[in-house]
């Protein structure tokens, strides 16, 4: 996990909480749009949308709305009962990778989220 400092500057860096609802708002409309990822999902995506938003958020630096609300993320418990095979997590990524690169950041900060997303996207498999 970053420090603190590097916590606070990723999130004002990028604009706050509005630039992490705009990133899972484009990653949620390609998700529907994928035939193969969708059915992972429940039906309504905005829950999914919201708490996503709300934990990156708080991972780089901003409030701690999502620990308060839900507890410990606990990301490999809270998607243990879906199958995340190779296909999935290379599915999840590529989505999550065009949403980061349409917003434009600057190299280092795009570096530094890209490899933190793909860390969270191998952490998840729990399938052949």
Known sequence: MPTEAESE??????????????????????VAEDEY???LYPDDLEPSRYWLAMFLAQYW???????????????????MHLEVGIQERDLWFRHM???LLEAN??????????DYFEMAANHLINSD
Do not use: A, I
């Open 9 to 30: 500057n990723v999130y004002e860096l990028v604009g706050g909480e509005q630039w992490f609802q705009d990133l899972c708002t484009r990653f949620y409309v390609k």
């Open 61 to 79: 630096g901003g409030p701690t709305q999502y620990s308060e609300t839900r507890g410990h993320p606990r990301l490999r418990m809270r998607h």
């Open 105 to 114: 950041l600057e190299g280092d900060l795009e570096k530094k989220m890209l």
């Open 97 to 99: 990778r065009t949403s």
């Open 37 to 39: 990822l969708r059915k």
